[in-house]
């Protein structure tokens, strides 16, 4: 059984779901899975209320930076088990090739950043992507990886990115 998993979470700027995921991921993946994020055209800051969102929970902040996929293609980078899109327009787009070919899905969740309205209304759509993102994450960490082979892993990685209450690819 291997000791640890590696999953990167891949948006557009890697300033909001992308950045969620990692922390989610590194707190519930207790050593068995760790997360990673990074973004195509990755913004170089990270939206306040995605760390607000975080800090609200218990989550650490700590390390998290917004961050180019090529960190992830490099010689020295960490090999990933799992590479999910978090947008839609991430997942639309030509990935690298990632070293050690790893597992991928797509899970699409609504961009917070995009939200408009009063603050209080924008903090509750950071609120959502953490939320979906945490349930969503729930049931990859709870996955019974090393019983299940390449097709069966991306057919459940899919079915997840389906969970009901946020939006889907379809």
């Not at 891949?10 to 993946?29: K, M, Y």
């Not at 180019?68 to 960490?78: G, K, M, V």
């Not at 991928?104 to 969740?109: K, V």
């Not at 057919?155 to 690819?169: D, E, H, M, V």
Request: neutral net charge; hydrophobic residues 45%; proline residues 5%.
């Amino acid at each position: 059984m291997k000791g640890q998993y590696n999953v990167l979470f891949v948006c557009t700027g890697n300033s909001a779901r992308s950045i969620l995921a990692e922390a989610i991921t590194n707190h519930f993946g207790r050593g068995r899975f760790r997360g990673y994020s990074a973004g195509s055209a990755a913004k170089g800051f990270i939206y306040s209320q995605t760390l607000q969102v975080l800090k609200a929970v218990d989550l650490s902040t700590e390390g998290l930076r917004s961050k180019s996929w090529a960190e992830f293609t490099a010689p020295d980078a960490p090999v990933m088990d799992f590479v999910i899109t978090v947008c839609d327009q991430a997942a639309g787009e030509a990935c690298p090739a990632w070293p050690g070919a790893p597992v991928t899905a797509h899970w699409s969740i609504p961009d917070p950043a995009k939200a408009e309205g009063d603050e209080a209304t924008v903090y509750k759509a950071f609120l959502l992507a953490r939320n979906l993102l945490q349930q969503r994450i729930s049931l990859l960490l709870n996955l019974n990886v090393t019983a299940l082979d390449r097709l069966a892993l991306s057919s459940q990685l899919a079915a997840i990115g389906k969970t009901p209450g946020g939006a889907t690819a379809d």
